[in-house]
């Protein structure tokens, strides 16, 4: 692995140029074989002909093992020249960034990590910031915006070219327009590059021995306890002597040592973002204390899982949950900012795949209901055709001329910011397809 880190952190990186050389200018025919595209994905995916893949995603199949893809074809984006009209810019009046001189995006991340001593201050530039390297390093590039459509007018039709793993025309009903930026091929290798990162951070834990329980686009969670060994978690390759399946931990010494492998990586100013560009996250952490803790995690699918700790009463303290489906309905709690109907939830799921008696809410008969914010007039006329007897309007200080009445000649309710599912329905009963609980580290890239 100490090759690979070299060969990612030199300063001089080999061109494409003898990979174009390799390239063969046509694609031969497909050999037949429908794994051969397992080498470079992360989720199942076989193709009898061959598909496109982002230089970093290659590097990545290398580096987990999966085997060496063959190239049949490659190009690269190469900038060149500079413009003329760039200009340096102060962020929040004080920052000065100047895109002619330094990475921009890179520069952001500096700025958003160094410390100032106000702590306000230093919230507002760590939101503010991440939010623009966000937009300005991704988001422009893959912004599309479909085009409003009347509700009361025939359907359009539209013909459209589509370009993937082959060219075609469709005929659409809203089609969507690029933004001046967009540039699919650029968003692509964003990606790409965190998913190289993060490849190579999972191997590093699995050259040690140890398992990764899950992954996201920028956050690896590790499986790990003060000292290593093994822990209880369900379809793991070991086996307790009570029984109980297992994995293996590693210790967060070992655990430090990655990250400090990881440094290597490291492509900002070490004075203010030192050693690895991969952190450890704050609820790894007691709060009360400060002191390092261990943590359980219990997943359900993607992007939904909670971390908790033990304390000495044997009690769950969620250290972090997921929001995201359950996230969507409004919380049965009056004023509820912190919503922590969904900590309840979790609480009540986690204690009942534990096999812990468990009492339901009070709040699991009522009906889940969500919000829907009415932002222009055609939604509005949307809305109001589709009303159901569970719909109903609630509305502040605002009048929307018309829309009320054309509902009523419609013989139907009025339309509608807030919907409710069609009979009650208990929000906070998750349906479980493969629980893993397990001690954790979360570490994310900056």
């Not at 699991?364 to 007897?389: C, D, M, V, Y």
């Amino acid at each position: 692995m100490g090759d690979v880190l070299a060969f990612l952190c030199a300063h001089e990186r080999p061109s494409m140029l003898a990979a174009r050389k390799l390239a063969t200018t046509e694609v031969p025919e497909s050999d037949g074989d429908p794994a051969s595209h397992r080498l470079v994905t992360i989720g199942p995916l076989t193709s009898t002909e061959p598909l496109w893949f982002a230089g970093p995603d290659l590097a990545a199949a290398a580096i987990v093992g999966s085997g060496r893809p063959r190239v049949v074809r490659a190009w690269r984006l190469r900038p060149e020249g500079m413009q003329s009209t760039l200009q340096p810019v102060k962020f929040r009046g004080e920052d000065l960034i100047d895109p002619a001189t330094s990475n921009p995006f890179q520069r952001l991340i500096e700025l958003r990590k160094r410390k100032s001593g106000n702590k306000l201050d230093e919230e507002l530039r760590s939101t503010g910031y991440k939010t623009i390297a966000n937009s300005g390093a991704y988001g422009c590039f893959v912004e599309t915006t479909p085009e409003d459509i009347d509700p009361d007018a025939p359907p359009p039709s539209t013909r459209v070219a589509v370009r993937s793993l082959r060219a075609f025309e469709a005929v659409v009903d809203r089609p969507e327009w690029h933004s001046p930026l967009c540039s699919f091929p650029i968003a692509s290798l964003v990606t790409a590059g965190a998913r190289l990162l993060l490849s190579t951070a999972e191997h590093l834990v699995r050259e040690a021995q140890g398992e990764a329980c899950y992954c996201d686009t920028d956050s690896l969670i590790v499986i790990t306890r003060k000292d290593g060994g093994l822990v209880p978690c369900e379809g793991g390759p070991y086996r307790l002597r009570d029984g109980r399946r297992a994995v293996r931990a590693l210790s967060w010494a070992q655990l430090d040592r990655i990250l400090n492998d990881l440094a290597a990586l490291n492509v900002y100013d070490p004075t203010i973002v030192p050693g690895s560009s991969f952190k450890i996250e704050d609820e790894n952490f007691d709060p009360a204390g400060g002191h390092r803790r261990e943590l359980w995690f219990y997943g359900t699918r993607e992007k939904s899982y909670a971390l908790y700790a033990v304390n000495g009463d044997d009690e769950l303290v969620l250290a972090k949950q997921s929001a995201h489906t359950i996230g969507q309905y409004r919380s049965p709690y009056p004023r509820d900012r912190e919503r922590r109907w969904i900590a309840e939830a979790w609480i009540r799921t986690i204690r009942e795949a534990l096999g812990q008696t468990v009492e339901p809410p009070w709040w699991f008969e009522f009906p889940a209901t969500s919000q829907l914010t009415l932002t222009t007039w055609n939604l509005t006329k949307h809305i109001g055709r589709r009303a159901t007897r569970l719909t109903f309007l609630r509305s502040r200080n605002s009048r929307i001329p018309g829309c009320c009445v054309a509902a009523r000649r419609r013989g139907r309710p009025v339309c509608s910011s807030r919907t409710s599912q069609r009979g009650p329905s208990r929000i906070g009963d998750a349906s479980v397809a493969a629980p893993r609980s397990s001690r954790t580290s979360q570490i994310r890239n900056y």
